[in-house]
């Protein structure tokens, strides 16, 4: 059985920073690419960022782009994300999700296969 575990969650003011990580456990698995998603509270899931794992692309969604950086160690078969300059509308768990193939639009947040049990990220005013 394959588990993604996510750490690094918490409460930060407005402006601050956070660190997300995600570590695959119990049966190891071979990523195409990894990514990050999030749900605020009364919406939907929705797409943050991903990398692909051989090669490094990646890709954010707009309301993120140049305040997280999501990158992945392949010595260590983590993934990170990130969080800077982070705003109130950035509260929401945080989940991170792996894709085993690339035959969907994995840069858009489709097509991923595992998901882990997600961390909270609260951003006060």
């Known amino acids: 059985q394959v588990q993604l575990v996510e750490s690094g969650g918490g409460l930060v003011q407005a402006g601050g920073s956070l660190r997300l990580s995600c570590a695959p456990s119990g049966r190891t698995f071979s990523a195409y690419a990894m990514g990050w998603f999030r749900q605020a509270p009364g919406k939907e899931r929705e797409f943050v960022a991903a990398v692909r794992w051989s090669g490094g692309n990646t890709y954010y969604t707009d309301s993120v782009k140049d305040r997280f950086t999501i990158s992945r160690d392949n010595a260590k078969n983590t993934v990170s994300l990130q969080m800077n300059n982070l705003k109130p509308e950035d509260t929401a768990v945080y989940y991170c999700?792996?894709?085993?193939?690339?035959?969907?639009?994995?840069?858009?947040?489709?097509?991923?296969?595992?998901w882990g049990q997600g961390t909270q990220v609260t951003v006060s005013s």
């Open positions: 999700a792996a894709a085993l193939t690339g035959g969907s639009s994995w840069w858009k947040g489709n097509g991923y296969d595992y």
